[in-house]
């Protein structure tokens, strides 16, 4: 049986339950950031006083960004410094509808 288990999940009485029932010895359960906000303090209380610890897994929930913080970082940069969209998308190898969304989503379209 196992110590820890990822549960995706809001944590419910109920859940809480078929957990330690399945898991008889269960110590950590990992959740997303957003799930534990979700959690009833009455049920995660519970879970602390069966030695059942509740953790975040430090990530948010859903599909992770398809590019990292660096790249977006050179296509805002790039842009601020007068470079048109179009030359980003190809010197980067970044769909030039991507380019547009990364820009607006950083508040830096429209000029």
């Known amino acids: 049986m196992a110590e820890e288990v ?5 944590l419910s009485k109920n859940l809480a339950v078929r957990l330690l029932q399945e898991h008889p010895d ?6 997303p950031e ?3 906000k979700a959690t009833s303090p009455r049920v995660l209380e519970a ?3 069966v030695g059942v610890e509740v953790l975040s897994t430090g990530r ?3 599909r992770p ?4 913080e660096e790249i977006i970082n050179k296509v805002c940069t790039r842009y601020i410094h007068g470079e048109k969209a179009s030359e980003i998308s190809r010197d980067l190898g970044i769909p030039l509808r991507s380019v547009y969304y990364i820009l607006s989503s950083r508040g830096l379209t429209g000029r």
Do not use: D, E, N, T
């Open 6 to 10: 990822y549960v995706a999940r809001r």
């Open 26 to 31: 269960l110590k950590r359960i990992y959740v």
């Open 34 to 36: 957003s799930i534990l």
């Open 47 to 49: 879970l602390r006083s």
């Open 60 to 62: 948010k929930r859903g």
């Open 65 to 68: 960004p398809k590019y990292s």
